[in-house]
């Protein structure tokens, strides 16, 4: 539960006022999983010394989990944390065991490299660097629009409640996802372990998050394809990116399929059971096992 409070000696959590952040929402949002309980004190200023030590004070005050003082804490890629990054290196293990997950170390190492660390980064003036032709909204992007909009009768507090309260949301999913990813990891790695190291493809038997795990194997390296049980019925093949960094595909799909479906794609792959390709080329459906394997046999031979 959440309140703003107008008195800092009933807070429990005290930030700043004004324009809200990515950095001090998803803090506040966080205490609030943590805590279970958050009164907080918005304000233009505050002195660390005249309040009791249980409570929380963030980006503001030139304390412990603020970031705005010269000898502020950065890490070792010497990115500044910010007020969420803070609590978060601070109270994130000690919170993940009280939700009793057992991979305590690697998810929250994960979650702060998935999630935590790219609100730190904006919040300190390093922003993603992003080439494509439509406007790209960030998480702290979004949290911008909780702002009061211009000429509007729009309450402080309640916009910052709304806007903590899309954070819990976010910190909540990201916390299951990423547990949820690090477990299909542990197993795509397995997989490529005991795959044909002359194989160029990867067969699933399941769908699980592979990427991240196919492109930090060196074992991978070779791969051209992931193959997998689709959720829509039959099966999907999808091309595998160069790297993390480099999201063009080892190969695509061969141009004359783009765009295809059904009797038109049969006709010209001469393989029954070839659905679909899409325009990009990155990724076609199969009715049957038997169609997949047609497809990897004939691009990876």
Request: hydrophobic share 40%; charged share 25%.
């Amino acid at each position: 539960m959440i309140k703003v409070v107008q008195n800092k000696k009933e807070a429990n959590c005290i930030t700043h006022s004004g324009t809200m952040h990515a950095d001090e929402v998803f803090a506040t949002a966080f205490l609030e999983l943590y805590l279970g309980e958050v009164r907080v004190f918005r304000t233009t200023a505050v002195d660390p010394s005249a309040l009791k030590e249980d409570v929380f004070i963030y980006d503001i005050g030139r304390g412990k989990y603020d970031h705005h003082q010269k000898d502020a804490l950065r890490r070792e890629n010497n990115l500044l944390y910010s007020s969420v990054g803070l609590l978060w290196k601070t109270f994130g293990k000690e919170f993940l065991k009280k939700w009793d997950f057992s991979n305590v170390d690697e998810l929250h190492q994960a979650i702060d490299k998935d999630l935590v660390e790219g609100i730190d980064g904006d919040d300190n003036g390093v922003f993603p660097k992003v080439e494509c032709p439509y406007r790209v909204k960030t998480l702290p992007n979004i949290i911008k629009i909780f702002n009061p909009s211009f000429d509007s009768d729009e309450n402080e507090s309640d916009q910052f409640i709304k806007a903590v309260s899309l954070a819990k949301m976010i910190w909540e999913e990201e916390i299951y996802y990423m547990n949820g990813k690090l477990i299909a990891e542990h197993k795509v790695h397995d997989l490529v372990e005991k795959n044909d190291p002359n194989c160029k493809y990867l067969f699933l038997d399941e769908y699980l998050p592979y990427e991240d795990a196919v492109l930090s194997n060196p074992q991978a390296n070779s791969l051209l394809f992931v193959a997998f049980p689709s959720n829509r019925g039959g099966y999907a093949i999808k091309t595998i990116p160069k790297s993390i960094e480099d999201k063009t595909a080892r190969i695509l799909f061969p141009e004359e399929w783009a765009g295809l479906q059904n009797d038109e794609l049969e006709q010209i792959s001469h393989i029954p059971g070839l659905r679909f390709c899409h325009t990009g080329r990155f990724i076609v459906t199969c009715d049957t096992e038997e169609a997949v394997y047609q497809v990897l046999n004939l691009l990876c031979s």
